[in-house]
């Protein structure tokens, strides 16, 4: 699975909250986003358990996140200099190529500033180098648009939109002392761990330079740690609240691409220390995607792992997995065929589980 998918499946399966999908389709998924679908079959899981006075809670807590999304989509686009007039042009071009709900049915504004959220950060990845109007142009095709679809929606974001998008602003570097435990209080070493205990442990430095080229945009406020001598953890801030700042998912940037029992050595020290390697599977890109690439999935058993994860996650497994990239990853897979050597891993906890034709996608 692609890091962006990777990053926004976990975070998304773990906020529960509120999501218009936009139907067709759409190139990188950034900024604030959550999942209907998920959010509905997660009360009607609580309304069977607990009878009608859970249900009414689960729905007062619904429109609680509901409104939390609203005021993060307005702050997120006000934070990229992007009002409601871009908004609406950028939804009048979406609904004109199929971007948008449905032929005959225009987008809400609400509907158009999510949309938006996820321009903006296809406008900065391709800025950061992270990815091409051509590659972008081709993932949208892959999802389903026309070729003249999705040039429009191209021009348009190139012309019209991407020139008014501010760049990423990341907080200063806070001043640290680096005295923290090698363990958290759970028996985690970093997936799993609080941003608090991160920053003890670990060198924070600057994501714009060390991280945004390989791994693309972030969905919250992104973090990067040096580890070891070229070695850079990427990650960012979750922004669902019940994560309480635990990194979850993290991506593992090399300076140059190393042999893969480097990187199972980097990715076991970030693991609790019980975690033992019991798979490895070939990846294979989805059959939409315009990039021909591979990545090697790696699967983790860890008791404590489970231990860390509680409270964070709904169904919480003692278990972890990593894909390893020999380029890189992005929405659209893997670049380039998976070597042996690594350049970057995407670390998240649970068990990276096959597709329905029983292959792991990058």
């Given amino acids: 699975m692609s890091l962006s ?37 997660s009360a009607e899981t609580a309304d ?6 859970a249900g009414a809670s689960d729905d007062a807590a619904a429109d609680a996140v509901e409104e939390d999304d609203d005021a993060s989509t307005l702050e997120f686009l006000k934070a990229a200099g992007i009002g409601d007039g871009l908004v609406n042009d950028l939804g009048e071009v ?26 903006i950060g296809t406008c900065r990845n391709v800025a950061s180098g992270h990815r091409s109007w051509d590659g972008v142009q081709n993932s949208d095709v892959g999802g389903g648009a026309s070729e003249e679809q999705a040039a429009a929606m ?30 958290d209080a759970k028996g985690g070493r970093g997936l799993g ?16 330079e060390a991280c945004a080229r390989q791994t693309g945009q972030p969905m919250g406020e992104p973090l990067a740690y040096r580890i070891a001598k070229g070695v850079v953890v990427c990650a960012d801030i979750p922004p669902a609240k019940s994560l309480k700042k635990h990194l979850i998912s993290v991506d593992v940037v090399f300076a140059a691409p190393v042999p893969a029992d480097r990187a199972d050595e980097v990715v076991l020290s970030l693991l609790p220390a019980d975690a033992t390697t019991i798979g490895r599977s070939d990846g294979v890109n989805p059959d939409w995607s315009p990039l021909e690439g591979a990545c090697l999935s790696n699967d983790f058993n860890s008791a404590t792992m489970e231990k ?55």
């Fill in 193 to 208: 761990s609080t941003v608090a205990w991160w920053d003890a442990r670990y060198q924070r430095v600057t994501w714009s």
């Fill in 308 to 362: 860390v994860t509680t409270g964070l996650e709904k169904d919480p497994e003692p278990a972890a997995h990593a894909v390893y990239y020999s380029d890189g990853a992005t929405d659209d897979g893997a670049v380039g065929p998976y070597t042996g050597k690594v350049k970057q891993a995407v670390l998240a906890t649970g068990t990276d589980e096959p597709g329905f034709d029983g292959d792991h996608s990058c």
């Fill in 5 to 41: 998918r990777m990053r926004h499946a976990l975070t998304a399966a773990l906020v529960a909250s509120a999501l218009v999908t936009l139907t067709g389709c759409g190139s990188d998924d950034d900024g604030p986003r959550t999942s209907a679908a998920e959010a509905t079959s």
């Fill in 154 to 183: 191209a021009d348009f974001l190139r012309g019209d939109f991407c020139p008014h998008v501010k760049p990423l602003k990341e907080a200063p570097l806070p001043k640290q002392t680096l005295d923290g435990p090698e363990e």
């Fill in 48 to 53: 069977a358990a607990t009878g009608e006075s």
């Fill in 94 to 119: 979406g609904d004109a190529n199929g971007y948008g709900m449905d032929a005959d049915t225009a987008t809400t504004l609400d509907q158009r500033r999510l949309f938006a959220t996820t321009q």
